[in-house]
């Protein structure tokens, strides 16, 4: 089945610098990814639409110069968290679809981000 | 932005039981989806229903689609100690190519 790798899985870094997480489309395509925040006990929230060869949309209320993303191939998009803070720690997921916009998405399995 | 609800937030089982869990949403839709998510990991697809469909099997799960309620649920039978994990709806609005995700259910099934 189609395997969506993130990179790392976990992080811990000092405020004030940027940390940089990595989305891989394994086995397939993806002119399209998708970045979520999750906080304990909580549901995702879309952060921001990565689109390959374009500029990312971001969802109201994201800071697009403080999380930073990049699509440069069809295969792997970027998330930078510049100048972190501790309130950027967070549970970060990224998706994609390997079919059309229909079909269900597959999940990396998640970042999780300490600022201290 | 999150269209979906869900109930219970949280369900604690004996193995071998049923859970059962629901979701209300607020648009129309082309689907909906439910995912698992095992703590600390992301999320995996479970079953797609259309909005055409009102019943959808795939092994011990059941999802049932009643669009106008604009409601679905969940049914996981002979539950697993290995079921245990939150369970998210996610709609697919006719009018955008976004998911929206629920609040989820968190499950725990007791050996």
């Known amino acids: 089945g189609a395997v969506v790798s993130q990179h790392p899985s976990w992080v811990i870094c000092k405020s004030g610098t940027s940390v940089k997480i990595e989305c891989r489309s394994l086995d397939f395509q993806a002119t399209t990814m998708f970045w979520y925040r999750q906080f304990p006990k909580q549901s995702l929230m879309l952060m921001a639409t990565s689109n390959e060869g374009s500029k990312a949309t971001y969802e109201q209320g994201v800071e697009k110069d403080k999380f930073l993303i990049n699509h440069a191939s069809l295969t792997l998009s970027t998330l930078t968290v510049t100048s972190a803070h501790p309130e950027d720690s967070s549970f970060y997921i990224c998706?994609?679809?390997?079919?059309?916009?229909?079909?269900?998405?597959?999940f990396g399995n998640g970042t999780r981000l300490t600022v201290t | 932005s999150q269209q979906g609800e869900e109930d219970p937030q949280a369900l604690s089982i004996q193995e071998g039981e049923n859970a059962t869990m629901n979701c209300s949403y607020k648009?129309?839709?082309?689907?909906l989806q439910w995912y698992r998510q095992n703590s600390g990991r992301g999320l995996v697809h479970l079953i797609l229903?259309?909005?055409?469909?009102r019943e959808k099997h795939s092994g011990r799960l059941r999802v049932t689609l009643d669009t106008s309620k604009k409601s679905s649920s969940l049914l996981i039978t002979a539950s697993r100690a290995a079921d245990t994990a939150s369970y998210f709806c996610a709609t697919h609005p006719r009018d955008d190519y976004k998911l929206s995700f629920g609040a989820g259910t968190t499950v725990t099934v007791r050996a």
């Open positions: 998706s994609a679809r390997p079919g059309t916009e229909s079909s269900p998405l597959h």
């Open positions: 648009t129309s839709i082309n689907n």
């Open positions: 229903i259309r909005s055409n469909e």
